[in-house]
Structure formats: structure tokens, C-alpha cells
């Protein structure tokens, strides 16, 4: 997640605070339980609209 | 009247240091002091410059995500014990620190003391009623 609002560099707590949120919206809203990272602004790799083919190689698959 | 301290957001990665002192190089901004400490992805660096003002409109250009908040900081008696006293009377008034750094000021070798508290108007109304000198500028 890309950190925009420089008013949450007032203290590390704010910051933990934040992204704690982030997880926990998340969880609820999208039922996945997800580590969040909290990222400098444009730095994100843009979303392309192309379609990711994933092959799964695990063994027994 | 309280010190102007930079905050600004950065990752916990090589380099990640070197932009934003690049900047203040290039712009002519001189660097009094700087701290920062990292969680396992990013740290926040607070440091005092010679202009604030100008600093943080250079590190907002370049999208870096920073902000001005005050500070206070004081110059202590050089003796066992003066930090011991303003930790004793922020404490006895319920004035918590959030965090505190020092650095040494070249041109009258003295050792300023700068602290980030929750009600800084208070705390610098104690410390000159206490007779501890209370920094009003570092330009």
C-alpha cells in the first residue's frame, strides 16, 4: 500500500495503526487475511489489465 | 516558539537515505541534525535544516512523503544530572516524550537536546520557569 498522507509520519504508532486498519478492512471486507506493506508513493508496479496465466508445478497437481 | 523538525517517509532499503540528503545537496540545504530509527520495511528520518520551509516543498516535488511538525529543544547544563531534571519534571506533569535525539551545534560547542512531546507549549513553559534553556531558533 503506497503511503500518501504525511499527517501518519507524526509517530511509528500512527503509521502501525494505519496499516493495521488496511489488514483488517481487508479481512473483512475480502475474507483474506494479508501482510501490508506500507510503500513510498509511485512506487507500486501499475495493475496492466493484462491477464497473468499461473501454471501450477507442484507435485501430485 | 518552537523548533520546525522535517519528517519523511522512507524505505528500509540501500539509498534510501542518500535521495534525500542528494536533494538538500543539490538545493544548498545545510543538514543540524538527523535520527532514524526502522521497523523491518520503512523508517521515518526527522532531521533540522537550515529552512524548513524550502526543504519540504523540495522533498514534496521529488514525492517524498514528509511533513513539518514542532519540536522543542533545549541546551542543558553540561553536568551529571540536567536530563535526569527535565525527565523528572516532564514526568511529575504528566508531559510524555515521544521520542528525544541531541546533536552538537559547531559554532558555540554547545549540545542541544531535541524532544517530540505531546503538549509542547506546556512543556517549554516548565522548562524556562526551571531555569533550563529553551532553543528559540537554529537559524
Do not use: M, W
Not at chain 2, 540528503?21 to 537550515?50: Q, W
Not at chain 2, 544530572?81 to 508531559?95: Q, T, W
Amino acid at each position: 500500500v503506497e503511503l500518501i498522507d504525511a499527517n501518519y509520519l507524526e509517530s511509528y504508532g500512527l503509521l502501525e495503526s494505519l496499516n493495521q486498519r488496511i489488514r483488517n478492512n481487508l479481512k473483512t471486507v475480502l475474507g483474506i487475511d494479508a501482510k501490508v506493506n506500507l510503500v513510498a508513493p509511485r512506487t507500486l508496479q501499475r495493475y496492466e489489465g493484462k491477464a497473468q496465466r499461473v501454471i501450477d508445478l507442484r507435485e501430485g497437481k | 516558539v518552537a523548533i520546525r523538525q522535517l519528517s519523511a517517509f522512507v524505505p528500509n532499503e540501500a539509498g534510501a537515505l542518500a535521495e534525500i540528503t542528494e536533494i538538500f545537496y543539490r538545493n544548498g540545504i545545510d543538514l543540524r541534525a538527523i535520527t532514524v530509527y526502522d521497523t523491518s520495511e520503512y523508517g521515518i528520518v526527522r532531521c533540522i535544516v537550515d529552512d524548513a520551509d524550502r526543504a519540504i516543498v523540495l522533498l514534496q516535488a521529488e514525492g517524498v512523503v514528509s511533513k513539518i511538525s514542532e519540536v522543542a529543544a533545549i541546551d542543558p547544563a553540561d553536568e551529571p544530572g540536567s536530563l535526569a531534571r527535565v525527565f523528572k519534571l516532564f514526568g511529575d506533569h504528566k508531559i510524555n516524550i515521544d521520542y528525544i535525539y541531541s546533536f552538537v551545534v559547531r559554532k558555540n560547542d554547545s549540545q542541544y537536546f531535541v524532544f517530540k512531546v505531546d503538549n509542547i507549549s506546556k512543556a517549554e513553559d516548565l522548562l524556562r520557569e526551571n531555569g533550563i534553556k529553551v532553543i528559540e531558533s537554529l537559524a
